[in-house]
């Protein structure tokens, strides 16, 4: 069975950094494309980065130029370097492969 974990979310003060891990078991990722989506309390949740089987990665708008996705494929993890983060980045974040969704991890950015 195919399973994901998130961690590496917690709380921070604006500008400050944080990395999140996505590992699976169960399954590789590295033929796969892995998402990490964010939901805020009361909002949609909504796709902040991707990186597809090739290694290429595309970026919501918000996320351009602060966060990066990447993976290591030995470790079969995907992680989501976070920097300069803001009061609205605050949210639970999902990785997602296929269908399938991890538990998530909370990330809090204090003003």
């Known amino acids: 069975q195919v399973q994901l974990v998130e961690s590496g979310g917690g709380l921070v003060q604006t500008g400050g950094s944080l990395r999140l891990s996505c590992a699976a078991s169960?399954?590789?990722?590295?033929?796969?494309?892995v998402g990490w989506y964010r939901q805020a309390p009361g909002k949609q949740r909504e796709l902040v980065a991707t990186?597809?089987?090739?290694?290429?990665?595309n970026y919501a708008d918000s996320a351009k130029g602060r966060f990066t996705i990447s993976r290591d494929n030995g470790k079969n993890t995907v992680y989501l370097q976070m920097n300069g983060l803001k009061p609205e980045d605050t949210a639970v974040y999902f990785c997602?492969?296929?269908?399938?969704w991890g538990q998530g991890t909370q990330v809090t950015v204090s003003s």
């Open positions: 169960g399954s590789r990722l590295s033929p796969y494309v």
């Open positions: 990186i597809f089987s090739g290694g290429a990665t």
């Open positions: 997602k492969l296929g269908q399938l």
